[in-house]
Nanobody, 115 residues
Framework: QVQLVESGGGVVQPGGSLRLSCAAS????????MRWYRQTPGNRRELVAG???????NYSDSVKGRFTISRNNAQNTVLLQMNSLKPEDTAVYSC?????????WGQGTQVTIAA
């Protein structure tokens, strides 16, 4: 049973940076694509970035050039470096592992961009 725990959220001013971390336990992330999603109240969950095992990261158009996703399979972690943050980036950010048979989610971490 894989468990995902996100950390690193907080409140920053526009233009600032945050680094989110997703730590996995109970199983290895090595074979799987890892993704970050975000969601605001009343809105659908939005895919932010994904990184396949050994593959090329991909990003939503809204964060391309500002966010960087990376993974450390040995440490079983996935990072999301977020730069040049905008108020519209405010959301709960969640980590996702898709094993093909089941989706695993963390509890999410709140990111708030405010002056």
């Amino acid at each position: 049973q894989v468990q995902l725990v996100e950390s690193g959220g907080g409140v920053v001013q526009p233009g600032g940076s945050l680094r989110l971390s997703c730590a996995a336990s109970g199983g290895t992330i090595r074979p799987y694509t890892m993704r970050w999603y975000r969601q605001t109240p009343g809105n659908r969950r939005e895919l932010v970035a994904g990184i396949p095992s050994g593959g090329i990261p991909n990003y939503s158009d809204s964060v391309k050039g500002r966010f960087t996703i990376s993974r450390n399979n040995a440490q079983n972690t996935v990072l999301l470096q977020m730069n040049s943050l905008k108020p519209e980036d405010t959301a709960v950010y969640s980590c996702n592992l898709d094993s093909g048979l089941r989706q695993y989610w963390g509890q999410g971490t709140q990111v708030t961009i405010a002056a």
